[in-house]
């Protein structure tokens, strides 16, 4: 069993405050990368030779679905794009890394 440490006051404010700069970071990309993931889904619907129809038929969600998803504008929830990953062959990977505190600015790689 690991020992756990206990964080003073002082060290979990340095904490909040690192996750709050971060979200804000986050939440000024976050079209960019839900775009970013959409268009790995057209790619990939695209390379099998499917119809964003064929497609939402496969996954059990209407054409209209894939098209906001490809187009970037919603957050795609996961068990969404592991039902995609499922209908086009695919391996969906999903990675998180903790950040060193000396990587101020540090963000999580997206595949």
């Known amino acids: 069993m690991p020992e756990r440490h206990r964080l003073t006051a002082q060290a979990l404010e340095r904490m909040r405050e690192g996750i709050r700069k971060r979200a804000e970071a986050v939440g000024r990309s976050h079209?960019?990368?839900?775009?970013?993931?959409?268009?790995?889904?057209?790619?990939?619907?695209?390379?099998?030779?499917?119809?964003q129809q064929e497609l939402?038929?496969?996954?059990?969600?209407?054409?209209?679905?894939?098209?906001?998803?490809?187009?970037?504008?919603?957050?795609?929830?996961?068990?969404?794009?592991?039902?995609?990953?499922?209908?086009?062959?695919?391996?969906?990977?999903?990675?998180m890394r903790l950040r060193n505190d000396h990587e101020e600015g540090g963000r999580p790689e997206w595949r």
């Open 31 to 51: 079209e960019q990368r839900f775009a970013d993931v959409g268009r790995m889904v057209a790619h990939n619907r695209q390379a099998r030779g499917m119809s």
């Open 56 to 95: 939402a038929v496969l996954c059990g969600t209407t054409q209209s679905a894939i098209a906001r998803l490809e187009r970037g504008g919603r957050p795609p929830k996961l068990d969404t794009l592991m039902r995609i990953a499922d209908a086009l062959d695919a391996d969906l990977l999903l990675e």
